[in-house]
């Protein structure tokens, strides 16, 4: 169900205003931000898998105990490597650098100042 016009405008206002407001949030939830597996990780974690499979299978055949623990081993660390997320870490997102930190929003420094307070025994508790 399409939006109407009136919609769209409201929708294109407030997207105006959060850019306005916190261009650090909008950058973060880009679609660049959303990365999930890539699809070199998918491949790879299931060659993985399909090798610790091999490995399990083999050492049920040969009734050996520890080839097949060590399938199994095999076979999770291929789930893992598949369900890893890929890409570089984001500028500007690690902390320890120099500098004081950057407040993004009237919301949240609202919020950290009433946290301040609370802690050092501002006003009247």
Do not use: C
């Not at 500007?92 to 802690?119: H, I, M, V, Y």
Request: aromatic share 4%; hydrophobic share 40%.
């Amino acid at each position: 169900m399409p939006l109407s016009e009136h919609e769209q405008q409201l929708l294109a206002q407030l997207e105006k205003q959060l850019h306005a407001d916190d261009p650090r949030f909008v950058t973060s939830m880009g679609s660049r931000a959303v990365r999930g597996a890539s699809t070199r990780n998918i491949v790879l974690g299931i060659v993985i898998a399909v090798v610790g499979l091999l490995v399990l299978l083999g050492g049920v055949v040969i009734d050996s105990i520890l080839v097949g623990v060590l399938g199994f081993v095999v076979m999770g660390a291929g789930v893992y490597v598949a369900t890893l997320r890929s890409g570089k870490p984001r500028a500007g997102g690690e902390a320890g650098k120099g500098g004081p930190p950057r407040r993004s929003s009237p919301f949240l420094q609202n919020l950290e100042e009433r946290w301040d307070q609370r802690n050092s025994g501002g006003p009247s508790s």
